[in-house]
């Protein structure tokens, strides 16, 4: 999600920093994972309030320095990319609620009751949601797209 894995990186050392400050204050020790899941995506969205700058991936000065291998099919990838970017693109348009269930779903595989628990939401609400939002995609995307 954030395309950085050193960032990445920070942001796991941060949250388990802070839980381990926090780990007695923790009402449901079964819900850790709750916990955890609300805490890394509040260091995320404090990463993209305060992003101002892009970051050059690859970390080289001259673009002769990047090796690309041959195999690889550069187009269908550039394409797969460009997709995921309009995706991404769309979910920033939407609430966050809406954004929560789908990457929840799509990017992490969880199941519906899986994130209804997560979220504290009902079973219900999460598949509605995750509707409304596949049918926002599918509408932008579909003018892009040809699918």
Do not use: P
Not at 35 to 59: A, C, M, P, S
Not at 98 to 108: A, M
């Amino acid at each position: 999600m954030l395309g950085d894995k050193m960032m990445c990186e920070d942001i796991v050392q941060n949250v388990f920093i802070k839980f381990f400050e926090n780990m007695y204050r923790i009402r449901n020790s079964e819900r850790v994972d709750v916990w955890l899941f609300k805490t890394t995506r509040n260091e995320i969205y404090t990463i993209y309030r305060n992003k101002r700058t892009h970051v050059d991936q690859y970390g080289v000065l001259d673009a002769d320095e990047i090796d690309i291998d041959s195999s690889v099919k550069i187009a269908e990838d550039f394409e797969l990319k460009e997709i995921n970017q309009l995706v991404m693109k769309e979910l920033d348009k939407i609430s966050i609620e809406q954004r929560d269930v789908f990457l929840l779903k799509e990017y992490s595989g969880l199941s519906y009751r899986e994130i209804a628990e997560m979220m504290s939401i009902d079973e219900e609400l999460v598949k509605s949601r995750l509707y409304k939002t596949r049918q926002r995609l599918i509408h932008k995307l579909s003018k892009v797209v040809s699918i």
